[in-house]
């Protein structure tokens, strides 16, 4: 069975770091390429970021391009999220993604809230 | 970017109901590159549809798609109890990869 267990959100104050990670298990980890989607508290869905499975192929949204980095280590299972210069509206909560074919996001994580405030 | 704008935004339906959710893209896709999503409320989304059409695993059959270019449909035949939820569709066209704003099915 497809596990993603995402960890590490939490209250941070604008201008702050915070990284988040995702533990896989259940599938062939190396084999996949890895999303971030995240979502405000009542709003719809943003996707965040993408990495392939090698880590060869990386991309992001314009509203992180910048200030976030997504990285995996495969021999871990991992994947990760570094997020720098917080501002409030990158509050909400964050999902890790596998992809499906074309793209997709066809198994989530339950989601860790990341709290923007001073 | 590709804008998904669905309609409605809400709709309040009873058991038994057939439930169509319309999404648009504000550029032609391919129907390959479409997808349809669940969300309950405090969960995690869950995929439903790829391809614009292809149910993903587990998906009871009382959920089709359809579509094609701009226009798609989420069609949901007899809802069910546990259908009352909000609906995304979601472009894997290009990037960024895009949502519509989703659609809540409530009850009536």
């Known amino acids: 069975e497809v596990q993603l267990v995402e960890s590490g959100g939490g209250l941070v104050q604008p201008g702050g770091s915070l990284r988040l990670s995702c533990a896989a298990s259940?599938?062939?980890?190396?084999?996949?390429?890895m999303n971030w989607v995240r979502q405000p508290p009542g709003k719809g869905l943003e996707w965040v970021s993408y990495?392939?499975?090698?880590?060869?192929?990386?991309y992001y949204s314009d509203s992180v391009k910048g200030r976030f980095t997504i990285s995996r280590d495969n021999a871990m299972n991992s994947l990760y999220l570094q997020m720098n210069t917080l501002r409030a509206e990158d509050t909400a909560v964050y999902y890790c993604?596998?992809?499906?074919?074309?793209?997709?996001?066809?198994?989530w994580g339950q989601g860790t809230l990341v709290t923007v405030s001073s | 970017d590709i804008q998904m704008t669905q309609s409605p935004s809400s709709l309040s339906a009873s058991v038994g109901d057939r439930v169509t959710i319309t999404c648009r893209a504000s550029?032609?896709?391919?129907?390959?590159?479409l997808n349809w999503y669940q969300q309950k409320p405090g969960k995690a989304p869950k995929l439903l549809m790829y391809?614009?059409?292809n149910l993903q695993s587990g998906v009871p059959s009382r959920f089709s798609g359809s579509g094609s270019g701009t226009d798609f449909t989420l069609t949901i035949s007899s809802l069910q109890p546990e259908d009352f939820a909000t609906y995304y569709c979601?472009?894997?066209?290009?990037?960024?990869?895009?949502f519509g704003q989703g659609t809540k099915v409530e009850i009536k």
């Open positions: 259940g599938f062939t980890f190396s084999s996949y390429s």
């Open positions: 550029q032609s896709i391919s129907s390959s590159y």
């Open positions: 391809g614009a059409s």
């Open positions: 990495i392939s499975g090698g880590s060869s192929t990386i």
């Open positions: 979601q472009q894997s066209y290009s990037t960024p990869w895009t």
């Open positions: 993604a596998r992809a499906g074919g074309a793209y997709n996001f066809e198994s």
